[in-house]
């Protein structure tokens, strides 16, 4: 969290902070990924056989050490979209029996190549947890398979597959979108919310120690009101009697900004801010209407898809192949920064999506780009663990247009977009995006000490620059500050400074 000082554009901006201010322990899942049946992103993304670049599974290699170096925690699979008319069983056993199939989600047609098995030991090789999306119809045995170790149907067709040990899948999605009209399978609430709940309570019984997810919209729709309102309940009575369960654990959310002018891009993660408020106290009412006691762990919010998306430049159907500029690299930044302040509502976020697809890594047959958005995911991931630190920041703000229109009196947009955690190791780590794309900010920082402080800068010559294969123009600078007088924020740059507390 962050309290925020508007002052006037001619005086002296300044960031305060405290190491000993710890708000929230920040869940690591915030840094999550998610690969969909969809483009490149699984087919020539993370399975590529017979490329010399992939290992003697079909992984591509250098996406494994991507993955690693990121530290993603965990990944949603297998969508998005293609979830509604997907079987898991058509993605299982013998490669050479799977039967294709006409994919409706993206129009294309499915090999059913990959699937479960493959996902799973993608996931082991390196080492993240699976998150499933999964449709109604379908998931029981999904799960059976997955997780039993009972001498029953699915649980022994795994076995006759080759793994003899349950997976042991703690995540499971009840659905994806299912109020969008884009959407095979699309639901009014009212019948959305019976029905997963019905479903979570099957699931739940087969497999108590899986975590559910519901389906929500943005997080500020009636849709995301009702659903929570019939869904989180004291649900004692399905769970052995425990009185300190619930059927779901966390409510997804999905929201992709862009817009075509810098500020407004880079500002509009504010949107999602005010999404995870409004989001937070609606379960929150849910909770207290329902008369959900306080031994039930508060439901947390799982953002499981989010990013720079503009679906008209870089259509579905297509792929989704955004070229991401600096401006988009800094709105990435303010999206992470969104998800550090507001750390103790969240329980899971995943970036959409994690090769190729709208992502910040992009598989050529040679190699592996990454794009301007991958940088300060990196720093991130890196650094901005732990606890999340309070902050009060003062600076003017951005007054122009906003994308969208209703971030303007609903949320400020100030030129400095902060965020701050501590380590457990005692390491304080402070996130600037200064969004202006013209002017540096002389900064006083109050409260961090008098040591060497650790400078990383993410920047370029302009807002519009891409890195392309052979010039990644976009990177990370590394210097020293001795921690002295005023700091001095660059135009349009995301500055991690760092220091031990
Ligand atoms: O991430 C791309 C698509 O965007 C997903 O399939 C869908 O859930 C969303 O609309």
Redesign the pocket.
């Known amino acids: 969290m962050a309290t925020f000082t508007n002052i006037l554009e001619s005086e002296e901006p300044s960031i305060t902070i405290n190491p000993s201010h710890k708000l929230a322990k920040i869940n690591d899942n915030i840094y999550g990924g998610?690969t969909?049946h969809?483009g490149r992103c699984i087919y020539g993304g993370i399975y590529d056989p017979g490329n010399p670049l992939s290992d003697e599974n079909g992984y591509r290699k250098d996406v494994i050490e991507a993955m690693r170096e990121l530290n993603v925690p965990v990944v949603r699979y297998p969508?998005?979209?293609?979830v509604a008319t997907y079987h898991w069983l058509d993605g299982v056993g013998p490669k050479e029996k799977r039967p294709p199939r006409p994919e409706l989600?993206w129009l294309g047609l499915e090999t059913n190549e990959f699937g479960t098995d493959e996902f799973l030991k993608w996931c082991e090789t390196i080492g993240t947890e699976p998150y499933f999306a999964l449709n109604f119809g379908t998931a029981l045995g999904w799960v059976e398979y997955c997780n039993s170790s009972n001498n029953t149907y699915y649980a022994n067709l795994r076995r006759q597959n080759g793994r003899e040990k349950p997976y042991n899948v703690k995540y499971w999605a009840l659905g994806?979108?299912m109020w969008?009209p884009?959407q095979v399978g699309q639901m009014t609430k009212e019948d959305y919310a019976k029905k997963a709940y019905q479903w979570a309570k099957a699931l739940k019984l087969l497999d108590p120690s899986i975590e559910l997810i519901l389906c929500g919209e943005t997080g500020y729709s009636t849709w995301d009101s009702y659903v929570l309102k019939e869904c989180i309940k004291w649900d004692v009575h399905s769970l052995g009697g425990s009185m300190t369960a619930s059927l779901i654990s966390m409510h997804s959310i999905?929201i992709y900004t862009a817009a075509a002018e810098h500020l407004p891009n880079a500002t509009a993660p504010r949107s999602a801010e005010r999404a995870i408020e409004i989001t937070a106290r609606l379960i929150d009412l849910a909770r207290i209407e329902n008369g959900v006691p306080h031994t039930v762990p508060r439901q947390t919010i799982c953002f499981d898809?989010w990013n720079v998306w503009d679906p008209t430049r870089a259509p579905?159907d297509k792929g989704?192949e955004e070229k991401y500029t600096l401006s988009d690299a800094l709105a990435v930044g303010v999206w992470l920064n969104v998800f550090i302040r507001q750390s103790k509502y969240i329980g899971m976020a995943n970036i959409?999506?994690s090769v190729n697809?709208?992502s910040p890594l992009m598989t050529t047959k040679s190699g592996l780009l990454k794009q301007t958005t991958w940088w300060p995911l990196l720093l991130f991931s890196k650094y901005m663990r732990g606890y999340t630190l309070a902050i009060n920041v003062r600076c003017a703000e951005y007054l122009g247009p906003t994308e969208p229109a209703w971030i303007r009196g609903t949320i400020e947009t100030p030129w400095l977009d902060v965020s701050a955690t501590i380590s457990d190791e005692g390491w304080v780590s402070l996130a600037v995006v200064n969004v202006h794309e013209t002017r540096g900010f002389e900064t006083r920082l109050e409260g961090i000490g008098s040591g060497s402080v650790e400078v990383l800068t993410v920047t370029g010559q302009a807002v519009t620059v891409v890195n392309v294969e052979g010039k990644e123009e976009i990177g990370i600078k590394k210097s020293q500050w001795d921690g002295k007088g005023l700091f001095s924020f660059p135009k349009h740059s995301l500055t991690m400074l760092r220091w031990k507390a």
């Open positions: 998610f969909e969809m969508g998005g979209n293609f989600a994806n979108e969008g884009w999905h898809e579905g989704a959409a999506q697809v709208i």
